[in-house]
């Protein structure tokens, strides 16, 4: 039996349906119920179980785990780390957890999840393991790229993938071969809001991961969300490296991007 414990966004419900198709036995937990409830159930149709379980209640997840005797976890979807400084009431499960971390990054707590269940004898399944098929091969999806967009590239992936070494970030936005914005708590759709902020226009928008980054969870994702804010002419370029980061949606992800005049770069 696995669980796929479900963050936001539409990688959840993709991971379901491949589920389906490999014939899996699964059940999944949706930590935020008002953002895909709703489509997990149209995909799984009522062959699947589908819980609402509050991400905070950490104890309460646990158990709903071991009595459905399972052995895999799937990890999926986005978890903003900005609900740790809201105003909830952790149960003392999650308390101990919290409290026994040096560090709150994301990756600390993390691997504090992983290695809880790995006690209960639950291994967690790599994410490219289910979804695989989202990862794009080195190249241009759509426009083109000169020599002021490739050096902002170069830049910029070479300080997302620093940034994302100390477990602060991954995305940064470059101009001009200007470092404008760097990713932190706030997430990559503010961060990219305050590049083009301080860029005005035509900004390069980078986005990396860990050299050692635990496919296990976060890994970097990009789609048609991530250009749902975007105005024409705001930002010239998203470049992202190509073994580790997810394309959702790729089909309407290109057409958006093309539709704001925007070049998709995978990097090797």
Not at 53 to 59: M, N
Not at 197 to 208: E, F, I, M, N, R
Request: proline content about 2%; aromatic content about 6%; charged content about 25%.
């Amino acid at each position: 039996m696995i669980a796929v414990v479900a963050g936001t966004g539409t990688l959840p419900i993709k991971a379901s349906q491949r589920l389906l198709e490999l014939n899996e036995k699964f059940f999944v937990l949706s930590l935020f119920p008002e953002d895909n409830f709703k489509q997990l159930n149209d995909v799984v149709a009522g062959k699947i179980e589908i819980i609402a379980q509050e991400f905070y209640k950490a104890g309460e997840i646990l158990d709903l785990i071991k009595q459905r005797g399972t052995k895999k976890v799937l990890f999926i979807g986005k978890v903003d780390k900005q609900h740790l400084l809201q105003h909830i009431k952790f149960d003392w499960f999650a308390v101990k957890l919290m409290a026994s971390l040096v560090s709150k990054s994301d990756s600390s707590v993390m691997e504090r999840i992983l290695s809880e269940l790995q006690s209960h004898g639950i291994d967690v399944m790599r994410q490219d393991e289910i979804l695989g098929s989202l990862i794009v091969a080195p190249g241009i999806l759509c426009g083109s790229v000169d020599e002021p967009i490739k050096s902002d590239i170069q830049i910029g992936m070479h300080v997302a993938t620093q940034l994302s070494c100390c477990d602060i970030g991954q995305t940064v936005v470059v101009k001009d071969k200007m470092v404008l914005a760097v990713e932190a708590i706030e997430g990559t759709d503010l961060c990219i809001k305050r590049g083009i902020d301080l860029g005005k226009s035509d900004v390069v928008v980078c986005k990396s991961a860990r050299e050692t980054q635990n496919r296990k969870f976060d890994l970097p994702t990009l789609g048609p969300a991530s250009l749902a804010n975007l105005e024409k002419g705001q930002v010239k370029a998203i470049a992202w490296l190509s073994k580790s980061t997810f394309i959702a949606q790729r089909e309407e992800f290109v057409k958006r991007a093309q539709d704001l005049g925007i070049t998709l770069v995978s990097v090797e």
